[in-house]
Structures are given as C-alpha cells and as structure tokens.
C-alpha cells in the first residue's frame, strides 16, 4: 500500500513538472522565435528591394544593347557586352561569332 502511494506521488509530481516546463519553454522561445521572426522579415524585405534595384539596372542595360549584343547575350548565357566575348568553359573565352 506504502509504495503504491509513493508511485503516485512520484507520477503527480512528475505530470506537474512536465505541465510547467513547457509554459516556461514556451514563454522563452515565444519571444525568441518572435525576434527570429522579425529579424528574418528584415532581411526578406532588403533582398527584395536589392533585387528590385538590379532588375531596374538590367533592364536599363538590356535596353542599351544593340541586336547583335541582345542575340549573343540570348544564345551564350555567359556573355559579357563590355568585352564582347562569352565564357567557353572556365578560364577560356570566344569571341561571340553573330554578325
């Protein structure tokens, strides 16, 4: 009898720990996570105006471009229009050939 009051004492204290751990964890990581949260929405919204910037500037730089510039730079993805030239493999670069 002793011992089975025992084994329920020890599982009501241990059911009452356990329900007061996860209020404090939660409390704890509410405000972490939230601070994650927002750090992260942070980041998101200067990312997007960055990308935004640059598709301003590629777009004012496709708009420069001749159509010999415009068909190389469509057919070799590695082209660049300052040297007029594209990327082969690594370290070796062509002229492009359109006309």
Not at 34 to 40: F, H, K, T
Not at 72 to 92: E, L, M
């Amino acid at each position: 009898m002793r011992k089975s009051r025992f084994i329920a004492f020890g599982i009501a204290a241990v059911s009452l720990v356990a329900s007061a751990v996860p209020a404090f964890a939660q409390d704890y990581l509410g405000a972490h996570l939230q601070a994650q949260r927002d750090a992260n929405i942070r980041l998101h919204q200067q990312r997007m105006v960055k990308n935004q910037q640059a598709k301003r500037r590629g777009a004012a730089k496709e708009q420069r471009m001749s159509k010999r510039q415009w068909e190389c730079a469509r057919r070799y993805r590695g082209y660049d229009i300052s040297t007029d030239r594209y990327v082969v493999r690594p370290g070796v670069t062509a002229k492009c050939p359109l006309s």
